[in-house]
Structure formats: C-alpha cells, structure tokens
C-alpha cells in the first residue's frame, strides 16, 4: 500500500486525487494539507493540516503529491527536502531558474516532476518523435492547446512539453524554433519554426493537437482529457512509483511507464 499526502487538498486536482485515493485499496491517504482559513471546509477523517511538517513528523514514509502553484510547490519540495520525503509535482509554469532549483532537490530526496500525468500524454511524447522523422522535413510543426479560463499560466505545461519533443525531434530546441505569437503582417512563415498557440475559456480540462502539415495533407493528433480523474490517476501511480526509488535524478512519467 502506499501512503500519500495530499497538498492543496480543496483545489480542483487535489480534491480529485483525494477521492481516488481514498477509494482505491492500493494506496492510503495520509493528510489532507490546505491554507489555514480553508481547513475548516475539509470534512474528512484523516489529518487536516496547513503544515505538511506535521503531517510528515506522523506519515514519514508517505508520498507527498503537489498540484497547486509555483510558489506552494517549491515551498513543498523545500519541505520534502528538509524531512527526507518524496514528492510528485503536476505543478506547471516553472521558470528556467526554479527547474535549477527543483533538479537540485531531486538529488537529495525522490522527486518526480510532470507537467502532464495523463498515460496518454506520455504515450504521445513517445510517438511523435517517430512522426517527425518519418515525414521529414517538408511538413510544418504547428500546436494548439485549450484549457478553462482560471488557468493561469500559458502556454500550458504540457503544451511546451509536446513542442520540446518535436524540436528535439528536429535536432534543435524550443528556445530557438517556438513561435508563441503571430500578429500583423509578419511575413512569411519560416521551415523551422514551430508555432504554439493558446486558447482559454470555460471548463475545458485540457485539449491537445499537433498539426504536421504538408502539401496536399495534413495529419492531426489530439488528446483530450474528459476528466481530471485522468491526471489524477497517473500521479497516483506516479506516487507508487516513486515509494521505491531513490535520490539522483528528476523523474519524469516516462521512467514511470518504462
């Protein structure tokens, strides 16, 4: 069985991860963590807490799962750091400086980060190197992304994961080829470069597609999450994962469906 805390416990994927923990004999929720003025709206019977020290001081060999926001998340992984726990982040919107950060941490304690914990997702990322390279050069890369309008960071975490993928896949990297905007008479549209556009609206739990556009055709490959249940179960799975591995590396879902 394998324990797990769960952080942001009143946010929409902590709310999620809890439920599926707690029905599923596999694992054992531990602890709900939330901010003090929320705690009072978590009716549950386990531990309540906004301090995750607590939580890990009576759960030290549980697995602590963050999906909330940058600054909460790295204040997890400091904490984790500080007690020797592990740690599964689905948090999105990192700046170069904090991955730094958060890579550090991984070789002190098991850390896992994900921008998307979806198999399907990770199933993508493996794919579509093999796409890139079997249609060559004269088919443009481009990718849409949509999510609810509360999201806040753009574009998603995700969606820079997919287009990664795709420039590593054409020997190169995002920095140089990612094109994030177009607007006005810009010219015309380069062989390289790799357009990545943002949608946000409603309660869209996350659309993904990529455009390989060719003359004469186009291929386009979508993967829609219906449910954040989606999510939720690859980090729980993430989290047993994780229970037996060690210190040295940031994980990624792709040891985890290895």
């Known amino acids: 069985m394998t324990e797990v805390i769960v952080m942001g416990a009143r946010g929409r994927m902590g709310s999620t991860i809890a439920k599926l923990a707690k029905a599923d004999p596999k694992y054992k929720l531990c602890a709900l963590i939330e901010r003090e003025d929320q705690i009072t709206e978590l009716k549950e019977d386990v531990l309540v807490s906004s301090d995750l020290k607590v939580a890990l001081k009576q759960f030290p060999q549980a697995v602590v799962i963050d999906f909330t926001q940058v600054e909460a998340s790295l204040h997890t992984i400091e904490v984790c750091v500080q007690t020797k726990a592990k740690a599964v982040i689905g948090t999105t919107g990192f700046n170069q400086e904090e991955l730094v950060l958060i890579k550090k941490a991984a070789q002190k304690i098991p850390l896992l980060l ?56 054409k020997n190169t990297t995002l920095d140089k080829v990612g094109k994030f905007c177009r607007h006005g008479l810009i010219g015309e549209r380069s062989s390289q470069e790799i357009g990545v556009q943002t949608l946000r609206g409603g309660d869209v739990v996350g659309d993904h597609t990529v455009y390989f556009l060719g003359q004469g055709e186009r291929i386009e490959v979508t993967h829609r999450a219906h449910s954040r249940e989606t999510f939720a179960r690859g980090a729980l799975r993430a989290a047993q994962w994780l229970k037996n591995q060690h210190p040295g590396k940031l994980y990624t879902m792709a040891e985890v469906l290895t």
């Open 114 to 169: 994900a921008p998307n914990m979806s198999i399907g997702i990770n199933v993508l990322l493996k794919v579509l190197p093999q796409l890139v390279n079997l249609l060559g050069p004269d088919y443009d890369l481009e990718l849409s992304e949509i999510h609810h309008r509360f999201k806040k960071d753009a574009p998603s975490g995700t969606a820079l994961k997919l287009a990664e993928c795709l420039a590593e896949a």
